[in-house]
């Protein structure tokens, strides 16, 4: 609902439920790959605009859900609206599909040209306006940096799976990446959760956490699709029980071997990032300017020659994208 959605947002609390992906979100890849089913179940901004600049603006997108198939050339060109299939002979495939390719360089190629002309006109109105109102300017930067400075993201039960049984005829594979938790918030000189206003643009003090995170490979009888037919449907995008029994598998918590065959297996590291501000004084010249944490526990890596090869197949496939 439009109306709602206004309301919501001048209240500062949007908030979009069961937002379902279109098929043709992974069109940008330019490859033989298809999106069958994917929807975030939540997605949510908060906006403190009486308080903005006092308060932090927060970010929470829960249940990320995606599954992709590897297609077929000639079905990948259909997908992205080329008529190379309906020509009669090879010579009309390779003239279509130049035409359609020549016709995408000149629209990007315009658009570019259109964004550097914006790009141009942009720079030289904040050039103006900086000369008109410099106290102006600095305020509205000065909270920008704040708001971009303090920003809270937050996302929760993330699972990427692909599909494929074409790369290796007579060995199908799926491989995929689940995250429980990833956040990213600011943080005082002790690592505790903090809202911070002076010059938070130069000066950052970030904490980032990735929670139970992996990556899979099965192959052979673990590699059962989950799209079983060529009229498969995924679930209703309000059915979250559906979802959750497809994708909610080793989110929370690592999944048996008999169901899983990992390459990472799940792992939780927290990152803590620092870099000075321009007016910071360090404790000597060879003090650096920029501190990376890593902390974790440990990381499991496994790799057999079977997924090993399908991993290879696969990435040879991709490079001649």
């Not at 995606?66 to 060109?77: F, H, S, Y």
């Not at 002979?89 to 002309?117: I, M, P, Y």
């Not at 390459?263 to 000075?276: A, Q």
Request: hydrophobic share 40%; charged share 25%; aromatic share 8%.
């Amino acid at each position: 609902d439009a109306e709602k959605l206004r309301v919501s947002a001048l209240r500062g609390d949007v908030l979009l439920r069961n937002v379902q992906l279109k098929r043709d979100a992974l069109r940008a890849l330019n490859a033989p790959v298809t999106l069958d089913a994917g929807v975030i179940g939540s997605l949510r901004l908060k906006v403190p605009w009486t308080k903005l600049g006092q308060e932090p603006v927060v970010v929470e997108i829960d249940r990320v859900f995606v599954l992709a198939t590897r297609v077929e050339i000639d079905d990948a060109t259909e997908a992205r609206g080329g008529d190379a299939t309906s020509a009669s002979n090879s010579d009309g495939v390779d003239k279509n599909t130049g035409d359609a390719r020549a016709r995408s360089e000149r629209l990007a190629q315009s658009e570019f040209d259109w964004l550097k002309a914006s790009m141009g006109k942009l720079k030289r109105d904040v050039e103006n306006a900086a000369v008109e109102g410099g106290k102006s300017k600095s305020w509205m930067w000065s909270l920008f940096g704040t708001v971009i400075g303090n920003l809270q993201v937050t996302v929760t039960n993330v699972h990427f799976r692909y599909e494929d049984e074409i790369t290796t005829p007579g060995n199908r594979f799926a491989c995929g990446m689940t995250i429980e938790t990833l956040s990213a918030i600011t943080v005082d000189d002790d690592g505790n959760p903090t809202f911070t206003s002076s010059d938070m643009l130069s000066r950052i003090h970030k904490h980032v956490k990735l929670a139970n995170f992996a990556m899979y490979l099965d192959s052979g009888t673990l590699s059962t699709p989950w799209k079983t037919h060529a009229g498969w449907m995924p679930p209703d995008p309000k059915d979250d029980a559906a979802w959750w029994a497809l994708f909610g598998v080793g989110l929370d918590a690592e999944a048996p071997s008999v169901l899983r065959h990992y390459v990472l297996h799940p792992v939780s590291v927290d990152l803590f990032y620092h870099r000075k501000g321009k007016k910071e004084v360090s404790e000597s010249p060879n003090s650096p300017r920029q501190i990376f944490d890593l902390r974790f526990q440990d990381a499991r890596v496994a790799l057999s020659r079977k997924q090993y090869f399908s991993l290879m197949r696969l990435l040879d496939v991709f490079n001649q994208f």
